[in-house]
């Protein structure tokens, strides 16, 4: 059979792997590429997927980087199947949704700014609310250990991965050419002792195995750790008057947040007047569907439930669901902790929140999961001194604060564990959905440690893989191997300053609304190189 890698590969977005036996061809996960503008082109480039001649797509869980092209796919032609847990069917269709809304209400904002300009062109959105909708009748749903045959010669099991409500190991049993190989998926493998989830699923047999690597470089810190730096973030602010800003992903990290200040406050550490503010419909949505599968949920939880007690629930929490009482949060004067999405801080509310608050030097920005390489939390917690935000570059004097013991995904020690448990020490392993940097520590660890053959694949890299026969990559990726070439443009730029610079005396000639003009776009020029420089 031929995998082709269309994202995870050398990065942790718009995961996709395309299958192709001799009988059938599908996809494992249908991601949206999210980070810098180039990275996410990918979005729009549907002919490597060739949607219509997808049979089916197997979804390991909801995330929009493993979910969120779906209704591209629909839009372009795919009419097959979409398999994944009960809960991944529910949250699939309000993440879509929003993800949906957000196309639509950028496109528009970008068309009206262009048209300010003179320009008459119309930005269309990636895929519409319709596209969306249209992914719903396509969804069929399995529980964790029910063996399902997507189509002939493919069998597929679905087990716990630990990562966040509905998360799944992919099991694939594939017969081709009469030999049957074993092919495993791990998903996003969940941290244990994680608050809601339960632990992930060992697996132990496979000849092939595809693993996440997003923290294969650095373990996380404990549990305890983690609650108490959430709380001195807490009294950091709170004592000063400011706001705790909370970048969280609607699903699950914003629900184990909320547990975790459950926590706090029955620990007498979260302020009794300090209000907590879910700024954001889809956690809200997303909350609901945690409550209506609790017995995915972990024994403890269960537990609190049938007790009575409610471990996403607080007295001081409010809800905010429409654009007016969002607003509002901005003009509240006091301390309150403000939980809203987008996670890394690229679409969504959250910018608004940063907006307001980024400058002040008592408020706190908390990021509680990965920030992918050319988003704007990833610049944030790199240490970047200034951020542009809705075409304003905004101060960065708030204390930033990184907790990664409340990532959803497991830290290098706990992904060396899983994969140790796997018996068969000649079956090749997979990196995916991870940085270069990480994968490389994380392979160098499995050879040395555990004796794994170990690969790492690039964007658009082919192989071929057959039980008994070694392993062929048989189509190179060009496009992954592109480098972009900055010097014509660096001779561009200095060219036109030593233009401008040149006609000095003339510019100082012009009359004095013309000249602040000028000068205004030098500052802004001046700004941009500013920005590049904390870059390097």
């Known amino acids: ?32 590429h999210q980070g810098s503008a180039e990275i996410e082109k990918r ?31 629909a839009q372009k032609g795919f009419k097959g199947s979409v398999y994944a847990t009960e809960p991944t ?8 949704l929003d993800s949906a809304h957000i196309q639509e209400t950028e496109s528009t904002l970008k068309t009206k700014r262009m048209q300010r300009n003179g320009k008459q062109e119309k930005i269309v959105p990636l895929y519409s609310t319709k596209d969306a909708q249209d992914v719903f009748p396509l969804i069929k749903t399995k529980r964790y250990n029910e063996v399902f045959s997507p189509t002939n010669g493919i069998k597929a099991n679905f087990q716990d991965a630990g990562h966040i ?84 992903f609607a699903v699950e990290r914003t629900q184990e947040m909320l547990y975790s200040l459950y926590l706090i406050n029955r620990d007498g550490k979260l302020p009794k007047d300090m209000p907590v503010i879910i700024d954001s419909p889809l956690a809200i949505k997303a909350t609901e569907i945690f409550r209506r599968y609790r017995s995915y949920l972990d024994s403890e939880t269960q537990s609190l439930l049938k007790d009575g007690e409610d471990p996403l629930n607080l007295p001081q929490l409010q809800f905010s669901s429409s654009t007016e009482q969002s607003m ?54 790199d240490g970047a001194k200034k951020i542009r935000i ?90 992954a191997k592109r480098q972009i070439n900055l010097t014509p443009l660096f001779a561009d730029l200095k060219e036109k300053f030593n233009y401008i610079s040149n006609h000095m005396e003339k510019i100082q000639s012009l009359p004095k609304s013309k000249q602040v003009e000028i000068l205004d776009l030098l500052k802004q020029a001046n700004l941009n190189i500013d920005e590049i420089k904390s870059e390097l």
């Open 390 to 479: 809705f075409n304003e570059d905004i101060a960065i004097k708030a204390k930033i604060w990184t907790i990664g013991g409340f990532s959803a995904h497991a830290g290098q020690s706990q992904l060396m564990d899983w994969l140790g448990k796997f018996l068969n020490k000649k079956m090749p392993v997979f990196l995916v959905h991870g940085e270069t940097a990480a994968q490389e520590i994380l392979s160098s660890l499995i050879k040395q440690k555990l004796g794994f053959e170990v690969k790492i694949p690039e964007y658009l890299e082919e192989i071929k893989i057959k039980t008994g026969v070694q392993l062929e990559e048989f189509k190179k990726p060009q496009a």
């Open 328 to 381: 509002k949060i901005n003009e509240m004067k006091g301390s309150a902790v403000i939980i809203s999405a987008s996670g890394m801080a690229n679409a969504g509310r959250i910018r608004h929140h940063l907006r307001h608050n980024l400058w002040r030097p008592g408020a706190s920005i908390v990021f509680v999961g990965f920030q992918a390489e050319g988003t704007p939390g990833r610049k944030i917690v």
């Open 1 to 32: 059979m031929k995998i082709k890698f269309l994202g995870a590969a050398r990065e942790v977005t718009g995961s996709c792997f395309i299958i192709e036996t001799d009988k059938v061809r599908f996809a494992i996960d249908c991601g949206m």
């Open 165 to 248: 409500l509905g998360a799944a190991i992919l099991e694939l049993f594939i017969e081709e050419n009469g030999s049957s190989t074993k092919v495993v998926f791990s998903g996003d493998i969940g941290r244990r002792h994680q608050l809601l989830m339960k632990d992930p699923v060992t697996i132990s047999e496979a000849d092939y195995l595809f693993m996440e690597s997003t923290y294969g470089d650095r373990n996380h810190k404990g549990e305890e750790d983690s609650l108490n730096e959430m709380a001195e973030a807490i009294q950091f602010s709170y004592s000063r008057g400011e706001k705790v800003i909370i970048p969280a």
């Open 89 to 96: 069917g529910d949250l699939i269709k309000i993440l879509l």
């Open 43 to 73: 979005n729009w480039d549907t002919e490597a997927y060739e949607p219509a001649n997808i049979n089916f797509f197997i979804i390991t869980h909801a995330h929009i980087d493993h979910s969120g092209l779906l209704p591209r796919m």
